[in-house]
């Protein structure tokens, strides 16, 4: 981009310059050039940006599901009609590919069509107690949500978040990631362009510590959602405790890409090799323990790096988004070269054909990984795949059991028979079974140390409602 523009908060239908007059630079990691300049936010910013929130609740949450409807899919369209502008800004501060980005910007517009179309299904149900009571149950917002998304698909995993709880009644405060806000700040913009009435979205941008813990520790703020960390998911939970209100948590993962002999290796290896390729790695419930059935293990890797050999950085895969991310990958895989693990393919930086700055990694494929090794149990977030060979059903199980997460999983088996009865065992939140799609539709949210709630589906404009129970008592007229 020839010029730097600067972003300031997105404040009850308008631009809000920050309070402290401060502002972050966002650089690409593509080349390390300066992009955007966003507001540093501060505990006063989230004051006025909840109060907002708080104050446009009660009306928001007395339309009908058919007005909300309407303006959802507004939003869906603004989006799909600002799709340039949106790829631009993601492409610049993320280093996306564009047509990745635009797969993102056109999917995170999806989620407000989708909500948008099935809210109006929104029901609770009666209970019979009886002639003489009338009980029946009704699902009803909470207030105000916070909703706090990370670097890697700030305005994808915004949307999934932002368009059920507006479904549902709520207003929203969204804090994205200081990395990637550009795109988020211009979301808040066209849904207020839609129609959504002002303060029912509010974007507001900074540090964890200045904006993100005052959000949610702020009184008027009834649910969070976050997208992020293990530590800073298990900070918000604690705070959220303390103030006794529901939270999602979607954590790390270190997902199980389970195959056997008999499968359809090809279909196999392209998988495995889109899990690294696919935002670098850089997706929570990507499949980056390659656990392979011994016989075939040489034959997949072999296929695997056939793929992963015509891939060139900037062209098919992005780079690293930040530079401590960066950082630890490389620091990573020294550990794992250390441990005794070996580089089958890739294992280093880009020190040719990607600009000097430009934070791109070799995709990765790691053999003789043994359960114990940080490669096995840690995430790398980037694009590396740890290889463990199995001998037996029940071993593949315990191997993909074998970790303190549960987001994401596959199997891959001509068997299909076994294939799902593995699916079964895996202790994951969703397992892709030969490739088996994952949508809007599918509820996703994680096992163990992966999180807690459900995101997507149906089950994910519920996670937004809280249940009242309404019992009335009827006059007794008696039998004739």
């Not at 409807?69 to 993320?94: F, P, Q, T, Y």
């Not at 019979?128 to 009704?138: F, I």
């Not at 696919?278 to 790096?305: H, K, M, P, Y």
Request: proline share 5%; hydrophobic share 40%.
């Amino acid at each position: 981009m020839s010029t730097i523009t600067q972003f300031e908060h997105w404040i009850g239908g308008a631009s809000v310059p920050p309070a402290s007059g401060r502002h972050l630079d966002s650089t690409s990691p593509h080349d390390g050039e300066l992009v955007f300049r966003i507001a540093d936010g501060t505990a006063e910013d989230v004051e006025q940006a909840v109060t907002r929130a708080h104050q446009a609740q009660r009306a928001w949450g007395r339309t009908t599901t058919a007005e909300r409807s309407r303006v959802l899919k507004a939003i869906a369209a603004g989006m799909r009609e600002n799709i340039d502008w949106l790829v631009e800004l993601e492409c610049a501060d993320s280093g996306k590919l564009p047509t990745a980005a635009r797969m993102e910007m056109l999917a995170a517009a999806d989620y407000f069509d989708y909500y948008g179309s099935i809210v109006r299904t929104l029901a609770g149900d009666t209970i019979d107690q009886g002639p003489r009571n009338l009980t029946y149950t009704r699902h009803e917002p909470y207030g105000v949500v916070a909703v706090i998304t990370p670097w890697n698909g700030a305005v994808n995993q915004g949307a999934r978040g932002i368009a059920p709880a507006l479904a549902a009644g709520n207003t929203v405060v969204l804090k994205p990631s200081e990395f990637t806000s550009a795109g988020s700040l211009e979301l808040g913009r066209i849904a207020t362009e839609a129609g959504l009435p002002d303060g029912v979205l509010n974007v507001v941008t900074g540090l964890g510590p200045t904006v993100g813990v005052p959000l949610v520790s702020h009184p008027l703020v009834r649910r969070v959602s976050f997208t992020g960390s293990v530590a800073t998911g298990q900070a918000i939970g604690r705070i959220a405790a303390d103030r006794v209100i529901p939270v999602a948590l979607e954590l790390g993962g270190k997902s199980p890409i389970v195959v056997f002999a008999d499968a359809d290796l090809d279909g196999a290896a392209k998988a495995a090799a889109t899990a690294i390729l696919l935002n670098s790695g850089q997706v929570c419930f990507a499949t980056t323990r390659l656990l392979v059935e011994r016989s075939v293990q040489d034959e997949l890797v072999r296929r695997i790096g056939a793929i992963l050999a015509g891939k060139q950085p900037a062209q098919d895969f992005g780079p690293i988004i930040t530079a401590p991310q960066f950082d630890k990958v490389l620091e990573m895989l020294d550990t794992a070269r250390q441990e005794g693990a070996h580089v089958a393919v890739g294992g280093h930086k880009y020190e040719e054909g990607v600009p000097e700055r430009g934070l791109y990694i070799q995709p990765t494929v790691l053999t003789d990984v043994k359960p114990d090794m940080e490669a096995a149990r840690k995430e790398f977030f980037g694009p590396v795949l740890a290889t463990m060979p199995f001998d037996t059903e029940e071993e593949a199980v315990a191997l993909a059991n074998d970790t303190d997460y549960g987001l994401g999983g596959a199997v891959w088996s001509g068997d299909t028979g076994r294939a799902i009865a593995v699916a079964h065992r895996i202790e994951s939140g969703q397992v892709a079974v030969n490739g088996g799609l994952m949508s809007n539709e599918t509820p996703f949210g994680g096992y163990k140390m992966s999180g807690i709630g459900r995101e997507k589906g149906i089950e994910g404009l519920y996670e937004y409602t809280q249940l009242k129970t309404v019992s009335v008592g009827l006059p007794d007229h008696g039998a004739e």
